[in-house]
């Protein structure tokens, strides 16, 4: 089981070593993490996600306030209402939460989905930067995840970023 999941590192390795032996190769490594976290573009995506969340938010708690508004209603007058006055409030306390229970499960797709949009948007940027980086650094591999160790000499993710933010800059 071990072996199998080493696998790729020994075909990359062996690929790597026969590709090298005969001429001058070059080698680096990203940390895909780290470009993702201090790039400006994943702030900025994190930023606009939270404002749309945020409204949505607001407007889930205030329906919740109403039903809560509703079921204490219900708790301090109910002895004084008629049996068809508690009910019809029943059937509307039942009703908005059925709706806000709805609303809630379609709000945490919305944010998955657009998490996910995100997130995709994002790994197609790092990785066509990634590409110019390692072209105009003239390096023939570069290696991301599933890593144990590297040396900081072959770590382009400084550049990648720096990249990324004049990217972002220029926009």
């Known amino acids: ?3 199998n999941a080493l696998r790729p590192a020994f075909i990359g390795l062996s690929l790597v070593l026969g590709v090298a032996h005969g001429s001058d190769f070059r080698v680096a490594v990203v940390d895909p993490n780290r470009i993702v976290e201090q790039s400006p573009q ?3 995506a994190g930023a606009a996600l939270q404002r749309e969340v945020e409204e949505r938010e607001r407007i889930l708690r205030e329906q919740q306030d109403q039903i809560s508004a509703l079921q204490g209603r219900l708790e301090r007058e109910g002895a004084l209402m008629s049996e068809q006055e508690i009910q019809l409030l029943q059937n509307d306390i039942r009703s908005r939460t059925r709706k806000i229970k709805y609303a809630r499960d ?3 797709e919305d944010f998955a989905l657009r998490q ?3 997130r995709t948007k994002l790994a197609l940027q790092v990785r066509e930067v990634i590409v110019d980086v390692a072209k105009a650094e003239k390096i023939d ?3 991301s995840e599933g890593l144990v160790y590297f040396s900081p000499r072959i770590d382009i ?3 990648v970023i720096e990249r990324l933010k004049q990217e972002f800059e220029s926009k």
């Open 1 to 3: 089981m071990v072996l």
């Open 42 to 44: 994943y702030e900025s």
């Open 106 to 108: 379609e709000f945490q």
């Open 116 to 118: 996910n949009e995100l």
């Open 141 to 143: 591999l570069v290696i």
């Open 157 to 159: 993710s400084a550049q």
